[in-house]
């Protein structure tokens, strides 16, 4: 085959699907290589290479994982704006978000505050919209109603507790997510007001499920900032939070979102996270275990709503940041 024809077939006849598949048999660091031997062979390699780099981002945004974002970014900003429809720990799928969307959604202010400075003016202003639309939504947001599963299960009818956990659950844990642009802690929140008001006069039994099952439901489902914040105990010192992003694991090394639907094991069935801003966080298989379990509660859903307050008065400062220079630009034409 002549040099000419090879070229051809380099450039017009393999579709993307393959350069992508050709990828798949290559390492970074080769496809980097072979990426750079010359100008065939960067448009073949160029594409799964970049691919791969989108999904090694991706993967940084939903683990919250900050200090790895500068180095892809400085490369490829244009991902910030990149759709994707991304399975979430094996569960959930988010359909259609960009990695800006992500942050937004979880309420990362340290994630955004970093990608914000990747941003041309005009996706300054997309972002100040996102931020907006994040904000707005999260004003109409009241959490899971956890009433109908309370009254039954202080009945004691098994029936009626399995059909409306069920429902929470679906609720709690869509398989799809799309077009919600904020993360709804009050049902983590309205389950911890739920079991504190009962605990006096549930039994141990249902106290457990309601944790086990309730509370440890709503914990699984939490954005990675906030899981990072719960797997270090919740620091909170002088109204700023300070959150490890080092990895998901407890102090007895268990794995923040691992479990297993199909043997009912891990977060949201054998366990819930007990922890608060002055004890290292430990797993609770039973409600009733600890003396001052309730106390704990108390603390730890005071230091939540702190959690959360603090990235919002920050996206609001950030949106403000975002929008500063069309204001000025604004009252200069004026």
């Not at 993967?59 to 200090?67: A, S, T």
């Not at 507790?161 to 429902?167: A, L, M, N, Y």
């Not at 001052?292 to 959360?308: C, E, G, M």
Request: proline share 3%; net charge neutral.
């Amino acid at each position: 085959m002549s040099e000419t024809r090879s070229r051809n077939i380099t450039k017009r006849e393999l579709p993307e699907d393959i350069r992508l598949e050709l990828g798949d048999y290559l390492d970074s660091r080769e496809l980097s290589r072979f990426a750079m031997l010359n100008q065939e062979t960067n448009i073949l390699f160029k594409l799964p290479l970049k691919e791969r780099a989108l999904r090694k981002f991706i993967d940084h945004v939903i683990h919250g994982e900050v200090d790895n974002l500068r180095s892809i970014l400085n490369t490829y900003p244009e991902f910030l704006f990149k759709k994707v429809t991304i399975d979430l720990y094996g569960e959930t799928t988010f359909v259609d978000y960009s990695p800006l969307e992500l942050a937004c959604y979880a309420h990362d202010i340290e994630m955004l505050q970093v990608m914000s400075k990747f941003l041309d003016k005009n996706g300054r202003m997309q972002l100040a919209k996102m931020i907006d639309d994040t904000l707005t939504e999260d004003k109409s947001k009241v959490g899971f109603d956890f009433r109908a599963l309370e009254q039954a299960i202080s009945r004691q009818n098994a029936d009626e507790i399995k059909d409306e956990f069920d429902k929470f659950k679906t609720y709690s844990n869509p398989k799809k997510i799309k077009n919600i642009k904020s993360y709804n802690i009050y049902n983590l929140t309205n389950a911890y007001s739920i079991l504190i008001s009962n605990f006096e006069r549930w039994n141990g039994n249902e106290k457990d499920f309601f944790w086990r099952r309730v509370v440890g439901t709503c914990q699984y489902s939490l954005p990675a900032v906030y899981a990072h914040a719960f797997c270090q105990g919740l620091v909170y010192l002088e109204g700023i939070f300070i959150i490890s992003r080092y990895d998901f694991r407890l102090m007895a090394g268990q794995y923040f979102y691992k479990r297993n639907d199909i043997n009912k094991t891990g977060l949201g069935y054998e366990y819930a996270i007990n922890c608060n801003m002055l004890t290292a966080p430990y797993w609770g298989a039973k409600a009733s275990a600890y003396t001052p379990f309730v106390d704990n509660l108390l603390a730890t859903n005071k230091v939540i709503s702190k959690l959360r307050r603090h990235p919002f008065s920050q996206m609001v400062a950030l949106k403000l940041e975002l929008e500063k220079p069309q204001l000025l630009e604004s009252i200069i034409f004026l």
